[in-house]
């Protein structure tokens, strides 16, 4: 097997307590996966199990408390001043919920916009090639405002793309679009990963989970289980018994 793009063990992770007396709560406890280059692993489980906690520290957004993560073989620990800032832009692209354009951007702008952030020259051809990825040729010279919510998340998936990561994080990447047009977006995802990049993408919609290779149900923290190209009957089935408490 190929080294692991990110590898993960025993992560632990407690968010303070409500009050300065009140216990830390715990969030993560003792989640280990690695993610492999060129699979899609859907993570799913109930609201507060701890999704958007642990895509955040995966992709080097927040600390946690113990445990390892490796990311392209290097210690995210040992990384966190200095080249942890750069090295997210190498290797990792996020796509949130909230597409987070700059409204008065055009799209085109909006996704060079990341490079000439990281004082990359922006080559027109890679941006011209992102668009056109997406299916958005024709809208280059448009601003979020006058674009459609499925259209606006293509242009955010187009800015990651723009930078070619080798890991695609998505929170949600749907949560905010009907059915139909989230349905496009999780088809770009999933022909976005492959040839060597990854993505991992948290979704409450249990169809959506089912396009992935691997599906990690989390409850409490924990990886409750772990479906290997499950149908959506299986991937709602496991997270019946998480959410029962199974
Ligand atoms: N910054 C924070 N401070 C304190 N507690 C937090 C913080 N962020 C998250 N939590 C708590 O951690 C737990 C897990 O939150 P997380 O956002 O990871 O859940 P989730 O699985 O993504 O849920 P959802 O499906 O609703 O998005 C929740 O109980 C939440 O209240
Ligand atoms: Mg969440």
Do not use: W
């Amino acid at each position: 097997m190929t080294e692991p793009l990110i590898h993960a063990a025993n992560l632990h992770k407690t968010f303070p307590g409500a009050g300065r007396r009140q216990p830390r709560v715990p969030v993560l406890r003792g989640i280990s996966l690695d993610v492999h280059p060129g699979e899609m692993i859907g993570i799913v489980g109930p609201s507060g199990s701890g999704k958007s906690t642990l895509l955040s520290c995966l992709s080097g957004l927040e600390s946690y408390d113990s445990g390892t993560i490796r990311v392209a073989g290097q210690d995210l620990a040992a990384l966190r001043r200095g080249a942890l800032a750069a090295l997210p832009r190498r290797h990792i692209g996020f796509v949130f919920q909230s597409f987070n354009l700059i409204p008065s951007l055009s799209a085109r702008e909006n996704v060079a916009l990341p490079a000439r952030l990281a004082r990359r020259k922006v080559q027109r051809p890679d941006v011209d090639r992102a668009l056109s990825d997406v299916g958005l040729t024709d809208r280059g010279g448009h601003r979020p405002g006058q674009l459609s919510g499925g259209q606006q998340q293509r242009v955010a998936i187009a800015r990651v793309l723009a930078l070619r990561p080798d890991i695609v994080f998505a929170d949600e990447p749907t949560g905010s679009l009907d059915t139909a047009t989230g349905a496009d977006v999780l088809r770009l995802l999933r022909a976005s990963s492959g040839h060597g990049r990854s993505v991992v993408m948290v979704t409450h919609d249990l169809e959506a989970a089912a396009l992935a290779d691997r599906v990690l149900v989390l409850r409490d923290g924990t990886i409750h289980d772990e479906l290997r190209h499950p149908t959506p009957e299986q991937v709602f089935d496991s997270v019946s018994r998480a959410g029962a408490g199974a």
